[in-house]
């Protein structure tokens, strides 16, 4: 009998996937509710409006930093996270990916 293993991620396999939930819940979440900010009207929130933009705009700033400075390749160090980011649908492939883009290292992980 053939099983087949199914492929994992150069991500999962480098047990670096809980940096995506910070970049989650720091950069996505935040910016989400920005966007939602423009349809509140202005006078709701009034002068803790711009604090709050603010704060969400500065989280944000932080998950990007986390995105683009811990998402490494274990062996060549060079950023996975900026990689996503220079290339087309790169934060999709990012999840899938096999192997670093760089320098080809893949760990020999089993799940
Ligand atoms: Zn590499």
Known sequence: MVTT????????????????????????????????????PWNVFEKKRIAIQLLLTGTGVVGLTVFLATLRCPRCRRSLGRWALTNSSGVFRLLALQRCPYCGFEEAGNK
């Open 5 to 40: 293993t199914p492929s994992v991620s150069l991500l999962h396999k480098t047990k670096q996937r809980w940096k995506l939930v910070v970049v989650f819940v720091l950069f996505v979440i935040p910016g989400l509710i920005l966007v939602l900010l423009l349809f509140v």
